[in-house]
């Protein structure tokens, strides 16, 4: 399967919004990039 993000680009996505970069403005910054709900999220972040 071809990957759209390369694994290196979806850390930096992550840091970018552990840094406080609302999700919202990264989908505007990244191209096809549509913000997704995780649920369990509050989970992951433990």
Do not use: Y
């Not at 850390?11 to 406080?20: N, P, R, V």
């Amino acid at each position: 399967m071809k990957k759209r993000f390369s694994e290196e680009q979806i850390i930096g996505f992550l840091g970018e919004t552990e840094a406080g970069l609302p999700i919202k403005d990264l989908c505007v910054g990244t191209v096809s990039l549509k913000p997704v709900t995780i649920h369990g999220a509050a989970s992951l972040a433990a």
